[in-house]
Nanobody, 115 residues
Framework: QVQLVESGGGLVQAGGSLRLSCTAS????????MSWYRQAPGKQREYVAL???????NYADSVKGRFTTSRDNAKNTVYLQMNSLKPEDTAVYYC?????????WGQGTQVTVSS
């Protein structure tokens, strides 16, 4: 069973930065497409960003230019660098690992951006 553990969330003022980490219990980070999602109170979970096994990245329009995702295969970890944070970025952030026949989620980490 693969476990994904997110960390790095917290409280930050608008305009600030945070870096989230998602560490896997196995090498799945090396072979899976790793995605970030977020869910704000009362809203549906929404896509934020992804990085493929070959390093390709994609971002939601709402975070493009402010967020960057990267991976460190040796550490089985993916990162989400979040800059120029806005109050509307407040949410629980989840990472997801998806490969053939595999789909895993972490437990989430809270990000709160104060105005």
């Amino acid at each position: 069973q693969v476990q994904l553990v997110e960390s790095g969330g917290g409280l930050v003022q608008a305009g600030g930065s945070l870096r989230l980490s998602c560490t896997a219990s196995t090498y799945i980070v090396n072979v899976a497409t790793m995605s970030w999602y977020r869910q704000a109170p009362g809203k549906q979970r929404e896509y934020v960003a992804l990085i493929t096994s070959t390093g390709g990245t994609n971002y939601a329009d709402s975070v493009k230019g402010r967020f960057t995702t990267s991976r460190d295969n040796a550490k089985n970890t993916v990162y989400l660098q979040m800059n120029s944070l806005k109050p509307e970025d407040t949410a629980v952030y989840y990472c997801n690992a998806k490969s053939v026949g595999q789909d895993y989620w972490g437990q989430g980490t809270q990000v709160t951006v104060s105005s």
